[in-house]
Antibody, heavy 123, light 107 residues
Framework: EVQLVESGGDLVKPGGSLRLSCAAS????????MNWVRQAPGKGLEWVGR??????????DYAAPVKGRFTISRDDSKNTLYLQMNSLKTEDTALYYC??????????????WGQGTMVTVSS | DIQMTQSPSSLSASIGDRITITCRAS??????LNWYQQKPGKAPKLLIY???SLQSGVPSRFSGSGSGTDFTLTISSLQPEDFATYYC?????????FGGGTKVEIK
């Protein structure tokens, strides 16, 4: 069964940095495009960014609010996705999910999700 | 960027009701539209992809339709486990924007 387990969430001060991880198992991680999605408390879903598979160029795309501050990377040897978050703002406070894009089917829809890791940005 | 607008933002319905949720894109997105269900404290779950394709394991009472700018998610006979928040999402081209969500509550 596909598993995605996020970790690294924490309380951090504005302007600080944090790195989130997403450990994947039971699918061919290297073949799959991966995404980060966040959800502020009591709010809707917000796409953060994605990274393509190495065979598709391994390129990244970001949502405007995080572009230039956040960096997505992947280590296919460790089946792990990362989100490096710098210059954090209070509005980055959210539950951060990783999600596969079409790991089992479904074009590039987000077919598998982790349980999320909480990031709180506060002084 | 293309905006995704869902309506209504919330609705109250009874068990057995047929309900429809609408998602409108600010520009044509062909059939690049997905629907997700999220229950409190849980991760979202994919229901429909490519506007009308049912994800494996999703009950057939869920259906999606539309193309271009206007899309709908229909639940033909609402069940107790369907009370949740539903999101549409534009796919294929970034940003992969979500709609604001529709909360389906018990009447």
């Amino acid at each position: 069964e596909v598993q995605l387990v996020e970790s690294g969430g924490d309380l951090v001060k504005p302007g600080g940095s944090l790195r989130l991880s997403c450990a994947a198992s039971d699918f061919i991680f290297s073949n799959v495009w991966m995404n980060w999605v966040r959800q502020a408390p009591g709010k809707g879903l917000e796409w953060v960014g994605r990274i393509k598979s190495r065979t598709d160029g391994g390129t990244t795309d970001y949502a405007a609010p995080v572009k230039g501050r956040f960096t997505i990377s992947r280590d296919d040897s460790k089946n792990t996705l990362y989100l490096q978050m710098n210059s954090l703002k209070t509005e980055d406070t959210a539950l951060y999910y990783c999600a596969t894009a079409g790991a089992g089917c479904c074009d590039d829809a987000f077919d598998f999700w982790g349980q999320g890791t909480m990031v709180t940005v506060s002084s | 960027d293309i905006q995704m607008t869902q309506s209504p933002s919330s609705l109250s319905a009874s068990i057995g009701d047929r309900i429809t949720i609408t998602c409108r894109a600010s520009q044509s997105i062909s059939s690049y539209l997905n629907w997700y269900q999220q229950k409190p404290g849980k991760a979202p779950k994919l229901l429909i992809y490519a506007a009308s394709s049912l994800q494996s394991g999703v009950p057939s009472r869920f259906s999606g339709s539309g193309s271009g700018t206007d899309f709908t998610l229909t639940i033909s006979s609402l069940q107790p486990e369907d009370f949740a928040t539903y999101y549409c999402q534009r796919s294929y081209s970034t940003p992969l924007t979500f709609g604001g969500g529709t909360k389906v509550e018990i009447k």
